[in-house]
């Protein structure tokens, strides 16, 4: 049995998230993630993805592109367990595996043509800007919704969501951009840091932390309490809206 298949790329993602701090664990975290996959050509035909509008989510298979230079071990620290205890890489839903593969449920919003190519718009999602998409398919609830699974020393259930806060400035920089793009800037941080990005290991520490969401640079820290206190924004504009 041949052990290799070569595997072509469909298409890429361009989301709201370019760097991967602050990228969520999973899909369906951040409701108002967003981005948009845009087929590449071979793959961009109407036919290809006729009837898939009446589906409201996707599995998304794709590539951590971002983590092949890292490379993978076989096993690894997740952050359920405050990044102390290692469990199997199979174990894991880390980027850092063999054939660096992942795969996510996300919202399909809708099938539209873009400066004449063919692409699906997205929220709810988990991906870097610029990952590399192996294929997709519709979400089935009736047999991939499995509300009776069990799932390890995983325990959503004890995840905080963090209270986050604006000053003034920070207010009034969102209200400018909404305005100017459409783009609900001010709940994508709300929820994004309602995640709590840092890593396991610096939970405890108190500094500043910077983040890029779409073309704007954020700062926060972590205040008394644990509340996520944003502070200055700036905007860099690099990439017109998507
Ligand atoms: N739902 C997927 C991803 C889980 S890991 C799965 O279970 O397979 C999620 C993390 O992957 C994010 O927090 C982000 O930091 C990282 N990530 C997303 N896209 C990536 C990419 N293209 N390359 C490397 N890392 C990526």
Redesign the pocket.
């Known amino acids: 049995m041949q052990n290799s298949v070569q595997i072509e790329i469909i298409g890429i993602v361009r989301s709201c998230?370019p760097e991967?701090?602050g990228?969520?664990?999973?899909?369906g975290l951040v409701k108002s993630s967003a981005g948009r996959l845009e087929l590449c050509p071979g793959y961009d035909r109407e036919e290809m993805v006729r009837g898939l509008e009446g589906f409201s989510h996707l599995w998304i298979q794709?590539?951590?592109?971002?983590?092949v230079e890292e490379g993978w071990r076989p096993t690894v620290r997740p952050p359920w367990l405050g990044g102390q205890k290692r469990v199997g890489v199979f174990a894991s839903?880390?980027?850092h595996r063999p054939n660096?593969?992942?795969?996510?449920v996300v919202r399909l919003r809708g099938i539209s043509v873009v400066d004449g190519r063919l692409g699906l718009n997205l929220a709810e999602l988990?991906?870097?800007d610029?990952?590399?998409v192996l294929d997709f398919k519709p979400y089935l609830p009736y047999s991939d919704s499995l509300p009776e699974a069990t799932s390890g020393f995983v325990r959503s259930d004890e995840a905080p969501q963090r209270l986050v806060e604006f000053t003034a400035r920070a207010q009034q920089f969102c209200a400018d951009y909404e305005q100017r793009t459409a783009r609900p800037l001010a709940t994508l941080i709300r929820e994004t840091l309602a995640q709590d990005p840092r890593p396991a290991s610096q939970r405890h520490h108190s500094r500043s932390y910077g983040m890029t969401l779409w073309d704007v640079n954020i700062r926060w820290q972590v205040g008394a309490d644990e509340v996520f206190v944003v502070d200055e924004i700036s905007g860099d504009h690099v990439r017109p809206p998507l």
């Open positions: 998230y991967k701090f990228i969520p664990r999973q899909p794709f590539l951590f592109h971002e983590a839903r880390s980027p660096f593969m992942g795969m996510s988990d991906l870097l610029g990952t590399p």
